[in-house]
């Protein structure tokens, strides 16, 4: 072998034996016995036990409800009696919630009901106060018809109200400064609710959504559209105002982890518990949660100990903000933050119309990497689809940050995770790969009455479930590493040796000709 061989013979060499070296988890951890104990059906029963909670309140499991506070019980008291250390975390996030739709009517002397969040009635404004109030309306130095320049001043100056009957709806135009400013003013001068319309100019006539910002006000407070003003202002008018919302709310995560592995190395594995207020919330993200809650306990029955500490998170108020999972990591002292080692998340893994989303660790697809050691987890995924039921394939998905991971990534902590769809268009590409119907959404329930039960894939649920099996024993047995640890497979071994015999071969052969025509 000549010594200008060498570099390509080892730069061949280099080649082979790196695509041969994978991850230690991928090759050293058999997670065959778990993936085959976690079933459909062990993850169907526990969503129709959500679905049984939703049912029995009003068709919800929205974060804070009894249909949610049940949820969060259930998988608790399942925890607890598979043995797993479990803490219900409890906090207050400040959020306006609608406990009811609001009302805003003429009662005389043309009585009038105005449409709820509609842009030709009303809506209810953000920060309003609660109250059920039916009284005469009084109008605060508007103008009708608006001005044709310019905007009104209306409600903006406390001299506004001057002569302002106590007790009465105070009629306030948009323009100039802010709801809060006129809100306030209103509230000081003893109005008993408070209707503020648009002002009438060009571009400015429909209801819109408002907000008072951090102002303090707690008198019902409604935005309508120029025409209901107008209408609420005729003289000796009687309106009814009422609206009913909390401006705060207590919520609960539930955690649980593994009584052993090594305490100074956590695994933390998430999925949001609550619903939104419009359904129950039964595949968003009824499919992850029931999916991570049958994993534990299967891991549990089979006696499995990971090497690592593996915490399993049920998240409150994600639906209402990712509040559950902001607060849990505000909520870590120093010590226990750097007990983390990476977060895995299972987000509505059983979309209807499906595609197999890997969150895109590495940043290879949409530029944005999760923070070092996220591209690990992503190969660990990519790796499971490549060598199951003769390769399943996937496609990569963006940290778009509307999912509990945000606060992890955020935090520097590696993230990963599988995802099914939501409110995403398949495109005829993707339904030609995953099956389904191009054109359609993920998931054509999601956010919608009709997330039930029956809105499932069950291969998406069964093939995600075992992904998310499979990676959860893979971690929590990983130990330190935070990056791929070199081993390489017995295919690689035989390859890398059947490389240097073919070129050690070659090159003797052609030594040995050499030889040749130097004696001939």
Request: charged share 15%; glycine share 10%.
């Amino acid at each position: 072998m000549t010594i200008s061989r060498l570099p390509w013979l080892f730069a061949s060499f280099g080649w082979l034996l790196s695509s041969a070296m994978i991850s230690a988890p991928v090759m050293a951890t058999d997670t065959s016995l778990l993936r085959q104990a976690v079933t459909v059906a062990g993850v169907r029963t526990h969503q129709a036990a959500f679905q049984g909670f939703a049912d029995a309140n009003g068709g919800t499991r929205f974060d804070g409800s009894p249909g949610h506070f049940e949820s969060a019980d259930y998988v608790a008291n399942m925890m607890l009696t598979a043995g797993y250390d479990v803490t219900v975390q409890t906090f207050v996030y400040p959020t306006f919630l609608e406990l009811e739709p609001a009302v805003l009517e003429q009662i005389a002397p043309a009585p009038a009901v105005y449409p709820y969040a509609s842009p030709a009635g009303f809506y209810t404004t953000q920060g309003s106060g609660n109250g059920d109030v039916m009284a005469t309306t009084e109008g605060v130095d508007m103008a009708i018809p608006p001005v044709p320049t310019g905007s009104s001043t209306s409600g903006c100056e406390a001299s506004d109200f001057a002569g302002f009957t106590a007790g009465r709806i105070a009629l306030i135009q948009r323009g100039a400064c802010t709801f809060a400013v006129k809100a306030q003013n209103a509230e000081a001068a003893g109005a008993s609710a408070i209707v503020i319309f648009n002002n009438g100019t060009p571009g400015r006539t429909d209801a819109v959504s408002t907000t008072l910002g951090t102002a303090v006000v707690t008198i019902p407070v409604v935005f309508a559209s120029f025409n209901v003003g107008a209408d609420l202002a005729t003289a000796g008018v009687t309106a009814h105002v009422f609206v009913n919302a909390v401006k705060e709310r207590t919520t609960r995560n539930v955690l649980a982890e593994t009584p052993g592995g090594q305490d100074d190395h956590v695994l933390v594995v998430g999925a949001h518990l609550d619903s939104v207020q419009a359904g129950p919330g039964i595949q968003d993200n009824g499919s992850g949660a029931a999916a991570i809650l049958e994993i534990a306990l299967q891991m549990s029955n089979l006696g499995i100990e990971p090497y690592d500490k593996v915490r399993f998170a049920w998240w409150g108020a994600s639906e209402t903000g990712l509040q559950g999972s902001q607060y849990y990591v505000s909520s870590l002292s120093s010590q226990e933050f750097d007990k983390i080692d990476r977060y895995l998340h299972f987000h509505m893994i059983g979309s209807s119309n499906f595609v197999r989303f890997v969150f895109d660790g590495d940043g290879s697809e949409f530029g944005l990497a999760g923070p070092n050691g996220s591209d690990l987890i992503e190969q660990v995924f990519l790796a499971y689809f490549m060598n199951v039921e003769g390769g399943l394939p996937t496609e990569p998905t963006p940290f778009n940050f509307r999912s509990d991971y945000a606060a992890f990534f955020n935090a520097g902590i590696p993230v990963g995770g599988l995802f099914g769809g939501a409110e995403g268009i398949k495109t005829a590409a993707q339904a030609a790969i995953f099956g389904g119907t191009a054109g359609n959404q993920y998931d054509p329930c999601y956010h919608l009455a009709c997330d039930t039960f029956a809105n499932i894939s069950l291969t998406s649920l069964d093939q995600m479930a075992d992904a998310a099996a499979h990676a959860i024993q893979v971690f929590g047995d990983l130990g330190t590493p935070a990056a791929p640890v070199p081993v390489m497979s017995l295919w690689g071994i035989i390859s890398a040796a059947m490389l240097l015999l073919i070129f050690g071969y070659v090159s003797l052969a052609r030594m040995a000709k050499r030889a040749l025509k130097t004696l001939t």
